[in-house]
């Protein structure tokens, strides 16, 4: 099932599938994986909070109940930390966009 998220939060989702695409290192299943992941995130997030999925904007404490979440719908703690260390190759990401965009 694919989750419904804002159309700002889907044009974002295809640009960090072309960077990681670009980097070569991952495989298509892998890059399919974390896009799943974070796509998930921007949906929880979107429902969590009423508001838009904005990286740049997304208070670090909402973490924590997402992984309330993931723990509720039955991922071990394994799983529930690949999805925060694939969230958080993703900020890091777009972190550096915005430097590179704001130095241009």
Known sequence: MIKIISDNAETLLEQYHQHLAANGRLS???IG????VVRDFASWYESYSG?????????????MPYQTT????GLNSVSIKRHIAILNGFFEWV???AARKRST
């Open 70 to 73: 993931l723990r509720e719908r």
């Open 33 to 36: 994986n974390h896009i799943a």
């Open 28 to 30: 298509d299943a892998t």
């Open 95 to 97: 972190t550096k966009a």
């Open 51 to 63: 508001e838009y999925f904005r990286p740049g904007s997304v208070p670090t404490y909402v973490l």
